[in-house]
């Protein structure tokens, strides 16, 4: 502990903060609240009855109303503060409503007859409840479960097709040397500029053609050669001595072995990266599914979430309890990949 307060208060100075120390820190405070903000409130949310996400001004802790089981009332009663005319305030609990009129009975004696409170003489009484109301809700009104097995099938093998194919054509234009594979690179590197919205048509209609409309693979094998992942793993390879290829061609060893055997355990790092790239682009992609997949077995979770999106009301209590449990598998994936991100990034490109 003592190492990790001292790394967290080091200064420039000796003793005491400098300007530098203080502007440091504040920007850092400030990068944190924005970067993890929302994610917070997200979270908070998430845990939030409907009625607590649509009060204004909002509040960031998941209030809700506090109940009471009184004998003979099979439901638990919400307790209301009650002011009388003489200033005192007394807990009640409801019964019945009618329009502004509640019927509201004392807890510690609840055989007495009901009395009549007007609403504007009330205020709720409120605790701070995490609530899993909203995820037992969210997973038991849709197939969440096939959904996730939607999810996770097309990001594992979409992944695993990306490293396949990237590593592939990143292994032939770094280490062959053939007339116009700077030409071809370049005009791969150019379709980064290319806008979804262009290709999409003409991307469905080819899915279509060979049958591959409303399945899991229609997802799946249109995306899984990408320009970025191709540039990454290129510029790492280039970092690769090619004396290592030519001890392995000399040893007998195939193109094919080199590949397995020699590229791919070196590009290790720049493959984790990929991977964590990969992942995220598939698990979160929801375009893409909902516009090639119409039978709601195959959808993803991205595109299932849409399902609590109606014409007349939108259940946001729902979608921000589902959309937590969306982010765990991408958070558990990042948490066990993210030390090959700084490597793989800082020796891209580098000899």
Known sequence: MTAV???LFRTQGEDRLSAGDIATYLYLLIGTFVMFGPVIWLIFSS???????????????PYTQSTIELPGYDDPLPLWEVTREDGSIDIVAEVARFSVQYQMVDPDNPSMEPET??????????????????????????????????????TVVATLLTLLVNSMAAFSLSKYK???RNVFFLIMISTLMVPLSVILVPAFLVV??????????????PAIATPTGVFLLRQYMLTIPDELLDAARID?????????????????PALAVLTIFSVMWRWNDFLWPLIVLSDSN?????????????????????ILAMTVLT???????????QKYITTGIATTGMK
């Open 5 to 7: 307060r001292q790394f």
């Open 47 to 61: 845990f939030k009855p409907e009625s607590e996400l649509n009060r204004f001004p909002p509040r960031l802790l």
């Open 117 to 154: 409170v007007l609403l504007n003489n009330l205020e709720r009484v409120e605790e701070v409840r995490f609530s899993l109301e909203n995820y037992a809700e969210g997973v038991i009104s849709f197939n969440f479960l096939r959904y996730l097995w939607n999810s996770i099938f097309v």
């Open 178 to 180: 053939y007339e116009g």
């Open 208 to 221: 279509n053609s060979v049958g591959w409309y409303d399945s899991l693979i229609g997802v799946i094998v």
């Open 252 to 268: 007998g060893a195939s193109e094919w072995r080199i590949y397995a055997q020699v590229i791919l355990p070196l590009s290790a």
């Open 298 to 318: 195959n959808y993803t979770l991205q595109v299932g979430l849409n399902a609590f999106r109606g014409e007349q009301e939108t259940q946001f209590h729902l």
């Open 327 to 337: 982010l765990l598998p991408i958070t558990l994936v990042f948490a066990f990949l």
